[in-house]
C-alpha cells in the first residue's frame, strides 16, 4: 500500500527528448522563472491531489510532499498563494507536505520560522530535504516546527558496503529518533541498502528499487491494486512519481 506520494516535474518536448529537471530547473533559477514555475506546480499538485482522493486509495495514504525553492519560500506572499491554493483545490492541508533544503530553511531564519509556524497551524507538513548535505549547524531542528528529515540518496548508496556512509546514516537516525522526527531514506535502489537501513532503524525508504517515475493515472492504477507484499510504500505522484516504502511494523522487532 501506499503512504505518500512526491510531486516530480517533467518536461515533455516534442522536439526533443525529455530533459532532465537538473538540466532545466537550473535554467529556471538563473532566468528569474523559478517562481513562476513553481507556482504552476503547487497548483497543479494541489489539482491532482484532488483527483487521487476522488478514487478510493488505501486508508494508508497519508500525503503528497512538494519540493519548494527557496525564492519561492522566501516569497512574501508564499503562504497566502499556497492556501489560496488549496482553497480553490477544495483540498485538505493535512495532505500536504513541503519539502525544503536545509540551507532554505537557515536562510533568514527568523522568516521561515514565522511562515513555517502558519503552515503547521493549518496542517501542511514540513520536510527537510538531502538532509546532510547543507549546513552543519543542526540548531535549527530544535527551532523550528520541522516534522520529517529526508536523508539523502549520496549517503544511501553503497550503504551495506560503505563504513563511512553506514557511520552517518545511524547518527542522522539517532538525532532523527532523538528529535521524534520521521525519517526516510532517498535513493533507495537495491535490496542490500533496504536491508541495511532496517538494520539502522530507518523503515521509510524511496527509489527506484520500488518504482521508476510515472504519470498520475499509473499512480492512481497501482494504489488501487491489492497490495502484493506485507510492506506500506511510499510514492510520489502529482505531474509525476517514483515510489518508497516503509516496512511494516508488523515485520520490526520487539523493541
Known amino acids: 500500500e501506499c503512504t505518500g506520494a ?7 518536448s516534442p522536439y526533443r527528448d ?8 537550473p535554467v529556471a533559477e ?33 500525503r503528497v510532499s512538494i519540493n519548494v525553492s527557496a525564492v ?31 540551507s532554505t530553511l ?8 514565522s511562515r513555517m509556524t502558519v503552515l503547521r497551524e493549518r496542517g501542511v507538513e514540513i520536510a527537510v530535504d538531502d538532509f ?16 520529517s528529515i529526508k536523508i539523502d540518496q549520496s549517503f544511501v548508496r553503497d550503504l551495506d558496503s560503505n563504513a563511512g556512509n553506514r557511520a552517518i546514516v545511524g ?5 532523527g529518533r532523538a528529535l521524534d522526527l520521521d525519517l526516510i531514506a532517498e535513493g533507495v535502489e537495491t535490496t542490500a541498502e533496504r536491508a541495511s537501513l532496517e538494520a539502522l532503524g530507518c523503515h521509510n525508504y524511496q527509489g527506484f528499487l520500488f518504482s521508476r517515475p510515472l504519470p498520475l493515472d499509473a499512480l492512481i492504477g497501482q494504489l488501487r491494486k491489492p497490495s502484493p507484499t506485507t510492506a506500506l510504500a511510499e510514492a510520489n505522484a502529482a505531474v509525476g512519481a517514483a515510489a518508497a516504502m516503509r516496512a511494516n511494523p508488523a515485520q520490526e522487532p520487539d523493541r
Open 72 to 102: 519561492q519560500f522566501n516569497h512574501p506572499d508564499f503562504v497566502e498563494a499556497l492556501f489560496a491554493d488549496i482553497d480553490a483545490a477544495g483540498i485538505d492541508a493535512h495532505w500536504i507536505a513541503l519539502e525544503l533544503t536545509e
Open 6 to 12: 512526491e510531486a516530480l516535474i517533467r518536461w515533455h
Open 18 to 25: 525529455q530533459p532532465s529537471p537538473a538540466l532545466f530547473i
Open 106 to 113: 537557515i536562510r533568514n531564519n527568523h522568516a521561515a520560522a
Open 171 to 175: 547518527t542522522i537516525i539517532a538525532l
Open 30 to 62: 538563473e532566468t528569474g522563472l523559478m517562481l513562476e514555475l513553481g507556482r504552476w506546480v503547487m497548483r497543479r499538485a494541489c489539482a491532482d491531489i484532488r483527483r487521487l482522493h476522488a478514487h478510493r486509495l488505501p486508508s494508508a495514504f497519508r
Open 132 to 147: 546532510g548535505t547543507g549546513y552543519s549547524s543542526l540548531a535549527y531542528l530544535s527551532r523550528l516546527p520541522v516534522a
